[in-house]
């Protein structure tokens, strides 16, 4: 067990918790219907099948054909265990067609809250617009899938910047030396 990926683990869930805090707190109608109170995100990552591959790919001396093999096949088991990634959502069939299924609302909420947690841990609270605008063309989403995803992260992109706005004003009135 590495003791880099036990506290990205832990600081990743933390990170994922505070984020739904602020949430519950500034999106309370958001995070209202998400339910997602006592969810545990990222279980499986526990497991040692996704544990070791894991901790190997990303912590390990250096990237073997076998490490980015084991590391594929864990990848895969998690986003089939976890529902909150979107590739979970896609349907292969037998002909080589796929389509994407539409996501529970919770789980794109708890999608959000993922993407988020990075940029939570960075202090740069909005690089998740960034990112996704970067990756949104690979995402295979049905269209209610992605209407909603798109107004979760309108409705956060907005709040950030009233918070942050009512937060600058509240501490420029309260701070003496201003």
Same mark, same amino acid.
Request: with cysteine.
């Given at each position: ?26 999106l309370?109608?958001? +995070?209202?219907n998400?339910?997602?109170?006592g ?13 070791? +591959? ?9 990237r ?5 093999? +084991?590391?594929?096949?864990a990848?895969a088991?998690?986003i ?7 590739q979970?959502w ?9 389509? +994407? ?18 940029s ?26 992605r209407a909603?995803?798109?107004?979760v ?18 501490r ?7």
């Amino acid at each position: 067990m590495s003791r880099k990926y036990d506290k990205f683990l832990i600081e990743h869930r933390a990170a994922v918790f505070d984020c739904w805090q602020w949430f519950k707190k500034h999106l309370p109608d958001i +995070a209202e219907n998400a339910e997602l109170d006592g969810f545990k995100h990222d279980a499986s990552k526990e497991d040692p099948v996704e544990y070791k +591959a894991y901790d190997a790919y990303f912590y390990g001396e250096e990237r073997t054909p076998e490490i980015e093999r +084991a590391f594929e096949y864990a990848w895969a088991r998690h986003i089939h265990l976890n529902p909150h990634h979107w590739q979970h959502w896609i349907l292969h069939f037998d002909d080589g067609g796929m389509r +994407a299924l539409d996501m529970p609302y919770k789980y794109i909420v708890e999608m959000v809250l993922d993407w988020w947690s990075f940029s939570w841990r960075s202090g740069r609270l909005t690089e998740i617009f960034d990112w996704y605008e970067a990756r949104k063309e690979n995402m295979l989403m049905s269209d209610q899938s992605r209407a909603t995803l798109e107004d979760v992260l309108r409705d956060l992109r907005k709040k950030i910047s009233e918070v942050y706005v009512e937060d600058t004003l509240l501490r420029y009135v309260d701070d003496p030396k201003l």
